[in-house]
C-alpha cells in the first residue's frame, strides 16, 4: 500500500508539494478551500499552474470540505452548491477524484435520497470519481455501515456507477462497531463490501488510529499505534494483498513532528515483500 498524509494547502500548492516530499508521500489528500467557510474559492493562473507541477509528482485525492451536507441539499441550497463548486475545482485543477463524507441528517432515508441525488447531480456535471466515506456513526451521520452506504449506491445512475468506490476509515470504522483488531472481522468486512458492491470499489483508505473506544460513536483520530486500534490491526490493513495497488492517507493531529512519526511508523508495519520505495 501506498502511504501519505491529508496536507494543508493554506499556504499554497507548492508549499503543500515541498512538504509531502519532506514527509516521504506517496499520495496526498487535500481540501480544495478553506474547509470551515461557505465563501468560494477563486483559482488564479498561478494556483492552476503550481497544482500542475504538484499532482505531477504525486497522486492527489480530493477531501470535500465540511460545510456542505450531501444528505441535506433538498433542504438548502448552500449545500449543493457548496458541494458543486468544489466538483468545480477539481475540473478546474485536474483532480481526478473527491472524497465525500456522506453528511447527516434525522430522518435517514430522506438523507440517503439527499446524498444519492447530490452524487448524481455531481457526477453529472464531470467526469470525476467519487469516493464515499464511512462515518463515524456520530450522532446523524450517514454511512456508518456498509449496508447504508450501499443504500446510498444504489441510488446512483447505474450508468455513473463505475465513478463510485469507497473510501474506508479505520477510525470511523472502529468507533461505529467494527472491531477491526479481529482479522476475521477485517475479513468479513471486505467480504460485505465485494458483495454488495462488487469486486475493486475499496478506493482509498484513511489509516486513523482512535482516541475512542470501539462502538463509541465518537470520532477522534489519533497517532497510529498510539490509539485503541492499535498496531497489529493497522499491520494487517497495510499489508492485506488485496489492497497492494491501493493507497492510504493519514489525517492524524498534526502536533510537533508527529508527522514523521506516524510516517515511519506506519512504514516500519510494511512487509518488505510489499513496500515500494519512495524518494
Ligand atoms: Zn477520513
Ligand atoms: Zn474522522
Known amino acids: 500500500m501506498r502511504i501519505g498524509f491529508h496536507i494543508s494547502t493554506a499556504k499554497g500548492f507548492a508549499w503543500t508539494l515541498r512538504e509531502a516530499g519532506r514527509l516521504g508521500c506517496e499520495v496526498v489528500q487535500i481540501f480544495l478551500k478553506n474547509p470551515r467557510a461557505w465563501t468560494e474559492k477563486i483559482l488564479t493562473d498561478s494556483d492552476v499552474e503550481s497544482f500542475k507541477d504538484f499532482s505531477e509528482s504525486v497522486p492527489v485525492f480530493?477531501?470535500?470540505?465540511?460545510?456542505?451536507?450531501?444528505?441535506?441539499?433538498?433542504?438548502?441550497?448552500?449545500?449543493?452548491?457548496?458541494?458543486?463548486?468544489?466538483?468545480d475545482l477539481c475540473k478546474k485543477l485536474g483532480i481526478r477524484a473527491m472524497v465525500v463524507h456522506c453528511g447527516s441528517r434525522s430522518q435517514r432515508d430522506k438523507g440517503i435520497r439527499a446524498a444519492s441525488e447530490a452524487i448524481n447531480r455531481g457526477l453529472k456535471e464531470s467526469d470525476i470519481a467519487v469516493l464515499l466515506e464511512n462515518s463515524a456513526g456520530q450522532g446523524h451521520g450517514i454511512g456508518k455501515n456498509i449496508a447504508e452506504?450501499?443504500?446510498?449506491?444504489?441510488?446512483?445512475?447505474?450508468?455513473?456507477?463505475?465513478?463510485?468506490?469507497?473510501?474506508?476509515?479505520?477510525?470511523?470504522?472502529?468507533?461505529?462497531?467494527?472491531?477491526?483488531?479481529?482479522?476475521?472481522?477485517?475479513?468479513?468486512?471486505?467480504?460485505?463490501?465485494?458483495?454488495?458492491?462488487?469486486?475493486?470499489?475499496?478506493?482509498?483508505?484513511?489509516?486513523?488510529?482512535?482516541?475512542?473506544?470501539?462502538?463509541?460513536?465518537?470520532?477522534?483520530?489519533?497517532?497510529?499505534?498510539?490509539?485503541?486500534?492499535?498496531?497489529?490491526?493497522?499491520?494487517?490493513?497495510?499489508?492485506?494483498?488485496?489492497?497492494k495497488n491501493l493507497m492510504g492517507v493519514m489525517e492524524t493531529p498534526k502536533v510537533d513532528s508527529m508527522d514523521e512519526e506516524n510516517m515511519k511508523t506506519i512504514r516500519s508495519l510494511l512487509s518488505p515483500l510489499v513496500s515500494r520505495s519512495f524518494s
Not at 450531501?70 to 441550497?77: R, S, T, W
Not at 470520532?219 to 488485496?242: P, S, T
Request: charged share 30%.
Open 62 to 87: 480530493a477531501h470535500l470540505s465540511y460545510l456542505p451536507n450531501i444528505a441535506k441539499v433538498d433542504e438548502d441550497e448552500r449545500h449543493m452548491r457548496g458541494f458543486l463548486h468544489e466538483i
Open 149 to 243: 452506504l450501499f443504500e446510498i449506491y444504489q441510488g446512483i445512475s447505474i450508468k455513473d456507477r463505475n465513478r463510485v468506490s469507497l473510501c474506508l476509515d479505520t477510525a470511523h470504522l472502529f468507533a461505529s462497531g467494527y472491531d477491526i483488531r479481529v482479522w476475521e472481522i477485517w475479513d468479513a468486512l471486505i467480504k460485505e463490501v465485494d458483495s454488495r458492491f462488487g469486486p475493486h470499489k475499496v478506493g482509498l483508505f484513511h489509516l486513523n488510529d482512535s482516541k475512542t473506544d470501539l462502538d463509541s460513536k465518537v470520532d477522534r483520530h489519533w497517532h497510529i499505534g498510539q490509539g485503541k486500534i492499535g498496531l497489529d490491526a493497522f499491520k494487517n490493513i497495510v499489508n492485506d494483498l488485496r489492497f
